[in-house]
């Protein structure tokens, strides 16, 4: 069964300061996502990762994909205030019958502190 | 161009009731995905309709529906409704098969489900 794991679950940083959340997937996957959910909102897509090696910038964030380790990470460089929010991963994987499902990750919330 | 509507966006309702969730994908998407979001079980996909097909679906019971009308906007029902399906739950709209490379999914806003 397709599990997927995010860490750390909370993340307070300062302002400048540089992190990294992690994804750990359990089965074979060819997609990885991040997304981002302020409070009370919906879900922001930002990464789609589909290949091993695969890597995706936007602005302070950077995404990575291996998928020999079964692993992504979300790089947060210099953050600002306005990153806080909470982020997740979700992968794609292979559910019966050849179908597709969609499983999240735990969600890693994010507080940056001026 | 406009974003994925959902309707409504509050609902209270009370147990054993059934309710009927609508979302309108953005123009030209063909794939409509359902999940629910709730403080203890994070985010589960529900199931996701392609060209009126249900493509994939996820662990929920069967008291969980939906359906895609040609125009390609989906209707999720919940029937005989528990204390447990309070949540929100959100829609998700993509342009093309999941063949596509990009497959970006675009949420509405959500519709916040209060079961009493």
């Known amino acids: 069964e397709l599990k997927v794991e995010q860490n750390p679950l909370f993340l307070s940083m300062q302002e400048g300061k540089n992190y990294t959340i992690y994804c750990n997937y359990s089965?074979?996957?060819?997609?990885l996502y991040w997304y981002r959910q302020d409070p009370g909102k919906s879900l922001e897509s930002l990464f789609v990762l589909l290949s091993n090696g695969a890597v995706k910038q936007e602005g302070r964030l950077m995404a990575s994909l291996d998928t020999k380790a079964r692993l992504s990470t979300l790089h947060i460089t210099a953050a600002v205030h306005d990153l806080s929010a909470t982020y997740f991963c979700a992968v794609e994987g292979a559910a019966t019958s050849g179908t597709y499902k969609y499983i999240f990750g735990t969600g890693t919330r994010l507080k940056v502190l001026a | 161009k406009a974003g994925v509507t959902q309707t409504p966006r509050y609902l209270i309702k009370t147990r054993g009731q059934q309710v009927t969730l609508s979302c309108s994908p953005i123009?030209?998407?063909?794939?409509v995905s359902w999940y629910q979001q709730t403080p203890g079980q994070g985010l589960q996909f529900l199931f996701e309709?392609?060209?009126?097909?249900?493509?994939n679906k996820g662990n929920f019971p069967g008291r969980f529906s939906g359906r895609q009308f040609s125009n390609s906007r989906s209707e999720m029902n919940v029937s005989t409704l528990e204390l447990g399906d309070s949540a929100l739950y959100l829609c998700a709209s993509s342009s093309t098969d999941r063949g596509d490379a990009k497959n970006i999914q675009y949420f509405g806003a959500g519709t916040r489900l209060s079961v009493l």
């Open positions: 123009s030209g998407h063909r794939s």
């Open positions: 309709y392609f060209s009126e097909t249900q493509r």
């Open positions: 089965t074979t996957s060819d997609r």
